[in-house]
């Protein structure tokens, strides 16, 4: 299990032997900031990457370079550097590429640092403001076999759907318009999760759909993220998950 290592520990001498607490040494690097906020933003004009000093506090070299993260949209950039010298420090670089997903987020973030090396827990914070909505960020095959997923405009500029990642075939109006719907047919994404070939989707496609579908431990596949690509004049990018929440039984192969 993880541990929330202190920002910087100041020990002072105890009065007498009988206040006296168990003893520990001072940490022998510094990490900061434990917090790293990226602020608000807009999808189509993301934030920069931030730093997050490794500062060396001991006598010896201090040995970096992994890292872990809740999420795929944080990544922490060493530069190649595997170990800061004594009196030194390292700024990694964080960098944030979510896919557009709107509203405040959070994310975990651990570097590890030391010959055995201790985990630094760390917080990633930010919040995208889209110019498109998606009605429900979670379309959820329960809600309706086959409802459409709805996409507005936040301040009533008229948009067009462009594309879809992954290429997977969607059935939009052609006008442009406030509000925009995206069909995504349930049995589509059931072949695809089957490896069957489906109409429309090459060989290449199918298999990147099947990588980034979660499934259960039965095999049946249980969400896909999308992000939908349109015309907006300000920023067109928008995602949303598929939730398969009331799935069939699971195919044989698959």
């Keep these: 299990m993880r541990r929330l290592l202190p920002h910087l520990a100041l020990f002072l001498l105890p009065t007498s032997c009988d206040d006296a607490g168990p003893q520990r040494p001072a940490s022998s690097y ?28 001991g006598d010896e070299p201090l040995a970096v370079g ?16 595997n170990r800061i010298e004594p009196g030194e420090h390292l700024d990694v670089a964080v960098t944030l590429d ?16 030391g010959a055995a090396p201790e985990a630094i827990e760390l917080r990633v914070r930010y919040q995208m403001d ?18 459409p997923v709805e996409l507005s405009a936040v301040d009533g500029q008229p948009f067009r759907v462009l594309s879809i990642d ?11 318009a406030t509000v925009a719907t995206v069909a995504i047919p349930w049995s589509l994404l059931d072949a695809v999760a089957a490896g069957e070939a489906a109409e429309g989707l090459s060989d ?20 896909l993220w999308l992000r939908v690509t349109t015309d907006h004049p300000v920023c067109g990018e ?17």
Excluded at 33 to 41: A, E, H, K, W
Aim: some cysteine; aromatic content about 6%; hydrophobic content about 35%.
């Design 30 to 57: 510094l990490v900061e900031p434990q917090v790293i906020d990226f602020g608000r933003y807009s999808s189509c004009d993301p934030p920069g990457p931030l730093p997050v000093r490794i500062a060396n506090l």
């Design 98 to 113: 979510p896919w557009g997903m709107p509203g405040p987020h959070g994310h975990d973030l651990t570097l590890l640092v």
């Design 166 to 176: 992954p290429p997977i075939p969607i059935e939009t109006g052609a006008a442009a």
């Design 238 to 254: 928008v995602s949303f998950s598929i939730i398969n929440d009331a799935p069939p039984e699971p195919v044989s192969g698959g």
């Design 130 to 147: 889209p110019e498109v909505v998606v009605r429900d960020t979670s379309r959820r095959r329960s809600s309706g076999p086959e409802e």
């Design 204 to 223: 290449d496609v199918v298999e990147d759909l099947r990588g980034r579908m979660r499934r259960r431990e039965n095999g049946t596949w249980r969400s």
């Design 66 to 81: 992994d890292w872990e993260a809740s999420c795929n949209c944080v990544v922490a950039n060493f530069s190649g550097v």
